[in-house]
């Protein structure tokens, strides 16, 4: 932010792929294995969500929580990670941690989960065992819950920001589109593992009985997988720290010339980056004689500035953050309400009934088989996402883009339309393609963007003309990111009063079918595709 005027309230908003004083250069390819390792954080953070779906109704319900409490539940987390993805995001751009930019976040963050998962699946347990008096219990039991999903949530959420601004640090373009790739086709595993292990009737085998009640069970499982997820994730591609390209490659310029100072000089990427030489002197020249007074970089981090910054940021990147809000609104209003249309539109179940009674029996028959189609969604997201390969060749990825808005329009629609069982299942393939899509697509045409800013910082070098470094990729990972929590905003406070409004919960996939064919229209119109 900020141009070489130094006046602290110019702000040029720059999002580039390698900031920093020397400019963008060429990073190694990564190899196959380190991209994949880089993909299981996607898997473990799937994973977990899909046990979250399957378990935390059951778990508010198990604790007595009042009606009036659910919306605090669904809204908070999403609120808070809207206001403060950015500022974190921002901040990441700047860390100065020996460990690398992003990675001491992610770890911050994947702990975060952890306690969130041991909070609202084993506080009821374990407050039972603490607290004897009835009244005490209850509120302490419904306190720590709250306090569970809330973190969880949170935490899930805010943490896909930093691990996609992590791949894009250390890895080119090519090997962004296809960690992209691998980390949509590990979403849809870990999603599907996730609700496949939540299937399982644990009370009857033998290691259920040993860890106890399901919910331990859950939790034993999926703090398993999500630690041994994070450690392969967080040891597959090293980050080099901001000052070490200073310490390095330059110790003869820092006494000449105070702008190159090694408190001064900062390089985005990875270790092997410095270590290859990739750096061109005569980029370090020409930006060192243009270079961003420290105080000033430190004030991109502050909320005035950064408002100021997404406020001016660019149409194209408007743009995409619009339409990524769209295709999250559509996605998750269809996807929450799901399973409740399953067993009260498909199956003609009635969840207000004597939990001994026919209509309710068949009602949770119909959430089971819904289950059933949440899997097909994830596998079928995983296929895709393997397949998006081969078609981006041929319809580019603004044609992926609207292809996937489009099946998910379609399909949602007909299953609204047409709800019956077998044709619905079919259709959860659709959701998929649509999972897939908003998974990759945003984050591939951002990396674009942030491709075609590289060379036309290259060219301002060369010319020696002004460094216009700004926002860092964290931020708009983060910008684009937060987009999902204003989604689940929109739904969370929106749908309730439809389904009221209506009378049924069909209008919620008719809302998702509306909301993903306007999504059509406007990606067709306005979203910018760089060749």
Avoid at 109 to 123: D, E, H, P, Q, S
Avoid at 242 to 247: G, H, M, P, Q, T
Wanted: proline fraction near 5%; glycine fraction near 10%.
């Amino acid at each position: 932010m900020g141009g070489n005027s130094g006046q602290p309230d110019t702000h040029t908003y720059t999002s580039l792929a390698e900031d920093g004083p020397f400019g963008p250069g060429e990073l190694p390819k990564r190899p196959t294995g380190r991209l994949i390792m880089h993909s299981m954080a996607m898997f473990g953070r799937e994973f977990c969500y899909a046990v979250e779906a399957a378990y935390v109704t059951p778990v508010l319900l198990s604790v007595g929580l009042p009606k009036s409490l659910y919306s605090v539940v669904w809204l908070l987390s999403p609120i808070l990670g809207f206001l403060l993805q950015p500022v974190v995001g921002s901040a990441s751009d700047y860390c100065r941690a020996r460990w690398g930019r992003r990675r001491p976040y992610i770890l911050t963050l994947g702990v975060m989960m952890l306690l969130g998962m041991a909070l609202y699946l084993n506080g009821d347990t374990v407050i039972s065992a603490l607290i004897a008096d009835p009244r005490k219990k209850l509120i302490w039991a419904i306190t720590i819950t709250m306090m569970g999903v809330v973190l969880f949530d949170f935490a899930a959420d805010f943490i896909d920001g930093p691990i996609k601004a992590y791949l894009f640090d250390v890895c080119s373009h090519q090997d962004k589109e296809r960690g992209l790739h691998y980390h949509a086709l590990f979403t849809g595993f870990g999603g599907a593992l996730g609700y496949l292990l939540g299937a399982i009737d644990w009370s009857h085998l033998k290691l259920g009985r040993v860890l106890g009640t399901e919910f331990q069970i859950m939790f034993f499982f999926s703090g398993l997988v999500l630690t041994l997820c994070l450690i392969i994730h967080l040891c597959s591609i090293p980050e080099a720290p901001l000052r070490d390209v200073a310490k390095d490659i330059l110790p003869q310029q820092a006494p000449q010339d105070s702008s190159l100072s090694s408190d001064k000089m900062y390089e985005y990427g990875s270790i092997e980056k410095a270590k290859n030489g990739c750096v061109n002197p005569e980029l370090v020249m020409q930006e060192g004689k243009h270079k961003i007074p420290a105080e000033q970089i430190q004030r991109t981090m502050t909320m005035k500035s950064l408002l100021r910054a997404l406020v001016n940021m660019p149409p194209h990147y408007r743009c995409l953050c619009v339409s990524h809000l769209i295709g999250w609104t559509a996605f998750l209003s269809n996807m929450l309400f799901f399973t409740d249309f399953m067993g009260r539109i498909v199956y003609h179940g009635n969840p207000y009934s004597a939990h001994n009674s026919t209509e309710f029996l068949i009602y949770e028959r119909g959430v089971e088989v819904g289950c059933w189609g949440l899997c097909i969604n994830a596998m079928f997201s995983s296929l895709y996402s393997y397949f998006q390969k081969a078609l981006v060749s041929y319809v580019g990825l603004k044609g992926l883009y609207f292809m996937g808005y489009l099946l998910f329009g379609l399909g949602t629609g007909l299953i609204g339309i047409f709800p019956n069982v077998y044709s619905t299942l079919a259709l959860c393939a659709s959701f998929g393609v649509m999972s897939s899509t908003l998974y990759t697509v945003p984050f591939n045409l951002m990396a674009e963007y942030h491709r075609e800013e590289q060379e036309e910082q290259k060219q301002q070098a060369r010319a020696g003309g002004p460094d216009s470094s700004g926002r860092g990729q964290g931020l708009d990972c983060a910008t684009l990111t937060c987009m999902v929590q204003l989604a689940q905003i929109l739904v969370g406070g929106g749908l309730g009063f439809l389904v009221n409004m209506a009378g049924s919960v069909v209008v919620v996939v008719i809302t998702a079918s509306l909301a993903a064919l306007i999504g059509c229209c406007f990606v067709a119109f306005f979203v910018r595709y760089v060749d």
